[in-house]
């Protein structure tokens, strides 16, 4: 596929205000933009926008019954998204913000894929790029990899540019991005389950849960 997506260099580390503003403009009108997370490059749209998320598992190919994780602006947000448990508490004082999702029973009522049987997956990104957008938006982000569902990928703008071609309005470039998923963890379940492994290994979770129990 040919893409067309409009790339604009930025510094991860300190991202351009006006480069920022301009991502955070495509968003808030419904557009998806790609921009690098803590962990690979994140396919982003207003999370609060059926139409926009919608746009996000076409582009993806994937299916609304899968999950799909939001981006907030902190960990003093969570409480407006979802029931915090004492667990999520200690594993986001640990580890956020940072690459692991929590997945968390919602207060919000919202379809598929944003909430999924009553539960929601959140996550507070460490990137400054990230952090920047929502700084801009009074609305979370989807937070999904930039990738096709079921490929590898989203580690540089050639891999974003062949999978996604034309869909996405604007890829904020930081160059390779080379770490691991985030690891995500349903603190909506007694006992508490690691979904999946990734940045912050099993071990972690485990010694983070460990400590709150005997403290």
Do not use: H, W
Request: include cysteine; aromatic fraction near 2%.
């Amino acid at each position: 596929m040919t893409s067309s997506i409009d790339v604009v260099p930025v510094a991860y580390d300190s991202p351009d205000p006006a480069v920022i503003e301009r991502a955070a403009s495509l968003l808030r009108g419904g557009s998806l933009v790609v921009a690098a997370t803590d962990t690979l490059y994140g396919l982003l749209a207003r999370a609060d926008d059926p139409a926009a998320v919608t746009r996000v598992c076409d582009a993806k190919q994937r299916s609304r019954d899968l999950p799909m994780a939001i981006f907030v602006d902190g960990v003093e947000a969570m409480p407006r998204f979802a029931e915090v448990t004492p667990e999520a508490s200690a594993l986001a004082s640990r580890f956020l913000p940072g690459p692991v999702t929590l997945v968390l029973t919602s207060v919000l009522t919202r379809e598929p894929p944003v909430v999924v049987d009553g539960r929601i997956g959140l996550r507070v990104s460490s990137s400054p790029v990230i952090q920047a957008l929502l700084g801009r938006a009074d609305f979370p982000l989807t937070a999904t990899s930039a990738n096709l569902t079921g490929q590898g990928g989203g580690e540089t703008v050639r891999d974003v540019s062949a999978a996604l071609g034309s869909r996405v309005s604007l890829l904020l470039d930081c160059g390779r991005l080379t770490s691991a998923p985030s690891t995500v963890v349903d603190c909506s379940t007694d006992p508490v389950r690691v979904l999946r492994a990734g940045a912050v290994s099993q071990d972690e979770i485990a010694t983070a849960l460990k400590d709150i129990c005997c403290e």
